[in-house]
């Protein structure tokens, strides 16, 4: 990974910034983007002393013009793109009969659209230099949740995408890996989207309970150096992609009772 040149999007807090610091420590030169200047500038800051080569780039990934950007000035700095992570997402939590459809949009623009607007920007670059598109997806894009239409399709929807993308990809050396994370603590819940679009505020789970950043990144590091294609993480998260192929109705039933016990869930 020495002097790889990777794109991280979303890479100013939670999974991105632990990728920043992951492939950074192994001497691969960064690009973090992200809507905020100051939240960039201060992430910039924390990896440089740590002696990784990095640069940042205010983008928002919903915007297409944004990634041509990105994509441009990452050529500018570094002279070429090994690898793309698409990790930039938001995340909604309410039921579908009382969800703003704006809100579905938002997400579907984020996770879904901004997955693609920078991949399309980056890949000839990645296809020159036989690299990687990582796409960070979710356990719940095998298996729908409740309360989280719009996450679980944009989740989906980029499956799809990264599907087509690896077997398209196929004799041109262009690795694409599907990273699922389990729950992973972060900022995701707290800036969640509720039904009219307002931030959810809290956690409705016990963050300190699940995997760190820093753990879920390690494992994305080393799929993306052994070039594989997929990585589903946790064994709650194994364990519900299998059960879910094989069961899905019995998954229903377990799935509901598992999310309606969240804190101030929507069921209750
Ligand atoms: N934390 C989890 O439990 C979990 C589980 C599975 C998958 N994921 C996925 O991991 C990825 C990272 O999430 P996280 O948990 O680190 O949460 P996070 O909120 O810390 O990180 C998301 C990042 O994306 C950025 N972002 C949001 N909208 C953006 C936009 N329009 N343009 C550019 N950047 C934008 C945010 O500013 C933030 O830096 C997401 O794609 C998420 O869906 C997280």
């Known amino acids: 990974m020495k002097d790889k040149v990777v794109i991280i999007t979303g890479g100013s807090s939670g999974i991105g910034y632990a990728l920043a610091e992951a492939f950074g420590a192994n001497g691969s030169k960064i690009m973090i983007t992200g809507r905020k200047q100051e939240a960039l500038d201060e992430a910039t800051n924390k990896l440089e ?6 640069i940042s780039f205010q983008s928002d990934v919903s915007k297409e013009e944004d990634n041509q950007k990105m994509a441009e000035a990452a050529v500018k700095h570094f002279g070429r793109i090994d690898i793309l992570i698409n990790n930039a997402g938001i995340s909604m939590r309410a039921l579908f009969s009382e969800l703003d459809l704006s809100v579905v949009k938002r997400v579907m623009d984020i996770n879904f659209y901004g997955a693609l607007y920078a991949t399309k920007y980056c890949l000839s670059e990645i296809e020159k230099n036989q690299g990687s598109v990582v796409g960070i997806s ?8 409740p309360a989280r239409t719009g996450y679980s399709a944009s989740k989906f929807a980029l499956q799809g995408f990264l599907e087509v993308l690896r077997t398209e990809m196929l004799k041109k050396n262009v690795h694409v890996l599907t990273a699922c994370p389990g729950f992973t603590a972060s900022n995701i819940r707290k800036s969640s989207l509720t039904a009219d679009g307002s931030h959810q505020g809290d956690s409705p789970r016990k963050e300190e309970k699940m995997m760190t950043a820093e ?7 080393k799929a993306t150096k052994k070039r594989k294609k997929f990585l589903t993480l946790t064994t709650q998260g194994k364990l519900t992609v299998f059960l879910n192929k094989w069961i899905p109705g019995f998954m ?17």
């Open 49 to 54: 002393a740590k002696g990784i080569e990095v």
């Open 138 to 145: 979710s356990i719940a894009g095998y298996r729908g949740l």
């Open 215 to 221: 753990e879920c990144a390690n494992h994305i590091y």
């Open 252 to 268: 229903d039933k377990v799935v509901y009772n598992v999310m309606a016990k969240e804190e101030n869930s929507p069921f209750k």
